[in-house]
């Protein structure tokens, strides 16, 4: 699982990075945020093409989906790309992809989000419920709180193969897996520059911070970048994972 891929360099560290991981640890499914990827908000059917075009599979989002109505259609289409599913019936897309026995869902965070949605815990048992086959079960959360994220992990321990967040382009170092058997980490990262405020230029964050007014982030897409992802092994038979690793890289 791949953190959020930032930008123009996201996408080309994703695909420097990817295809040779891919074979070198003999990964069977690639998915990734790309709630990010179109010009470091948001996401559109061009680039959502690349991310599949460079070897992923699966790609989850987050509240900066809706920057591009663009891709509404590709939402409600049969793509494997979700968005969090505890948003309001009638909203574009949805918020689980199931194919061979494997389930990945999405469902996002209310705590610091600013946005009103379904409570997260009672749609995840809701869309927990309403799989059907599914033995390998993966969650992208996506919020803001870590708090949030653990109390997730905790809830949904024993009942799905992971629960991994996003959001924050923040890595995290408490990947583990917990007593029941769910692989978990608070935050996968990020995929973008290094030399960057999550992967947006640093001087507009600085402004936004010194004066309060609104501004536009971009993104930076040249230089170092890093990938941030975790790679999870789990029993295709019970479920359970039996590890899980980060695996982050710098390209210069």
């Known amino acids: 699982m791949i953190g959020d891929i930032v930008g123009k360099l996201g996408r080309r560290t994703v695909s420097a990075v990817l295809p040779d991981l891919k074979r ?3 990964i069977d499914l690639v998915i990734a945020n790309g709630e990010n990827t179109a010009g470091g908000r948001g996401l559109t059917p061009s680039t959502a093409e690349e991310l599949f075009r ?6 989850t989002s987050g509240n900066h989906i809706w920057e591009n109505k663009e ?3 590709l939402l409600d289409s049969e793509a494997p790309l979700i968005r969090p599913l505890n948003y309001p019936p009638g909203t574009p ?9 494997v389930a990945v869902l999405n469902v996002m965070g209310r705590t610091f989000m600013g ?15 309403g799989l059907r086959g599914a033995k390998v079960i993966i969650v992208d959360l996506h919020a803001e709180a870590t708090s949030e994220k653990i109390t997730m992990g905790f809830y949904l321990d024993g009942r799905v193969s992971a629960v991994v967040g996003t959001h924050t382009h923040v890595p995290t170092a408490d ?6 058997g769910t692989a978990y980490v608070s935050d996968l990262g990020m995929v973008g520059a290094r030399n960057s405020v999550i992967g947006m230029e640093y001087e507009r964050v600085l402004e ?12 930076i897409d040249n230089g170092p970048a890093v990938f941030n992802s975790v790679l999870i092994e789990i029993d295709k038979e019970t479920g359970k994972a039996a590890s899980i690793e980060r695996v ?5």
């Open 24 to 26: 070198q640890q003999q």
């Open 208 to 219: 936004r911070f010194l004066t309060q007014l609104p501004n536009r982030f971009d993104p």
């Open 115 to 129: 946005v009103t949605l379904d409570c997260p815990f009672r749609g995840m048992d809701s869309a927990l419920a």
């Open 248 to 252: 982050d890289r710098v390209l210069e």
């Open 175 to 180: 990947t583990r897996v917990l007593p029941g």
């Open 54 to 59: 460079a070897g992923i599979d699966v790609i």
């Open 93 to 101: 897309g949805r918020g689980v992809y199931q194919q061979d026995g």
């Open 71 to 73: 891709v509404y259609p």
